[in-house]
């Protein structure tokens, strides 16, 4: 008969705005047990979902509005992964580079000052990593007509991914924390990356894109203002 209050992680559910959510109980392997609660059907006692809404406004994980990756080798330069389940960024064959590119619609916090930005990818590959996140200016392209050929520049550093493969799950979120002083939106509130390579470790970073099925997958960018 006592409550049970249990903290949901905020960035996940922030994905969820204007949307229905669902919340599913699941089992974990590690135990055997068994969990009984009241239902909606009980007076007084059906579940709760209770939102603390004190901080601001602007706080939102946007998802992306445009995702693909690009390859260096001459026969694939004119490829385009845009439907591609998969963001790539790798330098691990000396003939053949890929870099990813992705957007988001940060239109709800133009005119905001930006306190704090995280770039959170799901790794679906295990391995070291060295990458760089770059500001990409030109937020004009098309995810389905972008290639190796016309792939706009990339810009300044805003975030570095430094991970070993103990550190970096299949299937668990990466939170990239970017600099602020950096990131400036255009006009219309767009905002584009890149995902770059290092030349100090040749490596594979491979994380899910916008068009895999999985919604908790899919990645996002989170914006804290003042």
Known sequence: ETPIFIELDRSAIQAYAGKLLTIKIDNLEADNNTLQVYSR??????PELILDISGSASDAAM???GDTYVQSLSERQKNNYGESAVLIASNYESNNTKTAYIKFDASRVLGKTIKKAT??????LSRDVQ??????????????????S???????????INL?????????????PLNTSKIELAPNGVIAFGIDNTSSLSSTFSVYSEEVQNESFKPKLIIETY
């Open 41 to 46: 059907e009980v007076p007084q006692k059906e």
């Open 63 to 65: 998802q992306a509005i």
């Open 119 to 124: 770039l959170q990818l799901t790794a679906n």
């Open 131 to 148: 990458k760089q996140i770059r500001i990409v200016s030109d937020t004009s392209w098309n995810e389905n007509a972008l290639s190796y």
């Open 150 to 160: 016309n792939k706009p520049t990339m810009g300044e550093i805003v975030g570095v």
């Open 164 to 176: 070993g493969k103990n550190d970096l799950k299949v299937d668990a979120p990466i939170s990239i």
